[in-house]
């Protein structure tokens, strides 16, 4: 369980430094609304990491609570973004991740096919 908790806030960590620069992490679009579809596969990957820990509660509740605490996040990360020169908040943004994480949680509870791929050990240490 430590290790879940980990990667979500390591997610968690890169997005901030990602997001509080004055210049954009991705200097260009490569297509129109680019940027959104990385906004919402950034807060989908830390959804993905956030209901995988485990609550001892049904998915559902996983899934609901991963969202809300991602949207939230990203949120807070756009409010973050309007004190930065050259930087603005936009609503959209914030749409983008909330989209991004409630999509990427509900494939994780939703579909065994993508949660094995998920939980797939790459490396199996002795004990």
Same mark, same amino acid.
């Given at each position: 369980?430590? =290790?879940?908790?980990?990667? =979500?806030? &390591?997610?968690?960590? &890169?997005?901030?430094?990602?997001?509080?620069?004055n210049?954009?992490?991705?200097?260009?679009?490569?297509?129109?609304?680019?940027?959104?579809?990385?906004?919402?596969? =950034?807060?989908?990957?830390?959804?993905?990491?956030?209901?995988?820990?485990?609550?001892?509660?049904?998915?559902?509740?996983?899934? &609901?609570f $991963?969202?809300?605490? $991602?949207?939230?996040?990203?949120?807070?990360?756009?409010?973050?973004?309007?004190?930065?020169?050259?930087?603005?908040?936009?609503?959209?943004?914030?749409?983008s991740?909330a989209?991004?994480?409630?999509? $990427?949680?509900?494939?994780?509870?939703?579909?065994?096919?993508?949660?094995?791929? &998920?939980?797939? /050990?790459?490396?199996?240490? /002795?004990?």
């Open positions: 369980m430590t =290790a879940k908790i980990l990667w =979500a806030f &390591i997610t968690a960590f &890169i997005i901030y430094v990602c997001s509080g620069g210049e954009l992490s991705i200097p260009f679009n490569l297509f129109y609304g680019s940027d959104k579809l990385m906004h919402a596969l =950034a807060y989908g990957l830390l959804a993905t990491f956030i209901v995988r820990i485990p609550f001892n509660k049904p998915l559902i509740y996983n899934l &609901i $991963a969202t809300l605490l $991602a949207s939230i996040y990203g949120l807070f990360n756009e409010f973050r973004q309007s004190y930065i020169p050259s930087r603005e908040f936009e609503i959209y943004d914030g749409v991740n989209i991004g994480a409630f999509i $990427a949680s509900s494939f994780y509870t939703g579909s065994n096919r993508y949660r094995s791929l &998920i939980e797939l /050990k790459l490396f199996y240490i /002795k004990k």
